[in-house]
């Protein structure tokens, strides 16, 4: 059973460019997380996904980022005019669907990606 | 979700056991405990989690106290590669759970040869 995979693993970014990353959640997975950390600090949520719905966005910049998980595909995360400021780490998680307790919650998290923007 | 407080930082001698502790003293009837890592530059991993039961999987066994103010999460033997950042998290259970984790500073265990 693969587990979270992200794509790709390293992006390098001009000022201005958009940056697109890929999550692909495990396997029955219906739940996906993005969270972002920043060189020497620690992981922040960003944003938390079923298909086709935004659950919460709390953590999300308001302007140049947005998600999405469709019906089918990976989830992407997108940034717009991407500035030296979003250089860092960005990982997804994945949770199953509601099958009673709290065992059912926990994120298993993929790689992540590094981007790097120049 | 309750605050947690670990250490900064904690060493480790290879083939002994680590502890690494946490307090979570407002935590509330319905909050569960959970542990992740973070290896350098990976994605975090799951450790374990549990609510007022001492807890044991393959990686780890978690023991809380009774008053669940406290816990502490043990890895038996630890090894160079069980260095990493330890994550203790606190968060409710049921469907208000699957929201986000929310990360500390954690506790950076260092094992040494």
């Known amino acids: 059973n693969a587990g979270v995979m992200q794509n790709p693993r390293h992006l390098v970014r001009r000022r201005g460019q958009e940056a697109r990353l890929r999550c692909s959640p495990m396997?029955?997975?219906?739940?996906v997380y993005w969270y972002r950390q920043l060189p020497e600090e620690g992981l922040k949520f960003m944003v938390y996904l079923q298909k086709e719905n935004i659950i919460d966005e709390s953590g999300m910049p308001k302007e140049r980022f947005s998600a999405e998980f469709p019906k089918e595909g990976p989830s992407i995360l997108r940034i717009q005019q991407v500035v030296r400021g979003d250089s860092a780490a960005y990982f997804c998680?994945?949770?199953?669907?509601?099958?009673?307790?709290?065992?059912?919650?926990?994120?298993?998290f993929g790689p992540g990606t590094r981007l790097t923007v120049t | 979700d309750a605050k947690t407080t670990q250490p900064p930082s904690m060493d480790c001698a290879e083939g002994r056991a680590a502890n690494l502790p946490c307090n979570h003293s407002?935590?509330?009837?319905?909050?569960?405990v959970y542990w992740y890592r973070q290896i350098h530059s990976q994605g975090p991993q799951y450790i374990i989690h549990?609510?007022?039961n001492n807890e044991t999987n393959e990686m780890a066994s978690l023991i809380i106290t009774e008053d669940r103010k406290s816990s502490t999460l043990i890895l038996p033997h630890a090894t160079l590669r069980d260095t990493a950042v330890y994550y203790c998290?606190?968060?409710?259970?049921?469907?208000?759970?699957?929201?986000?984790?929310?990360f500390g500073s954690g506790t950076r265990l260092q094992v040494q040869p």
């Open positions: 549990g609510l007022k």
């Open positions: 998680a994945s949770s199953p669907p509601i099958s009673g307790g709290p065992s059912s919650y926990e994120q298993y």
């Open positions: 396997k029955g997975h219906s739940h």
């Open positions: 407002t935590i509330s009837g319905n909050e569960y």
């Open positions: 998290i606190v968060r409710v259970g049921g469907d208000t759970g699957r929201r986000a984790l929310t």
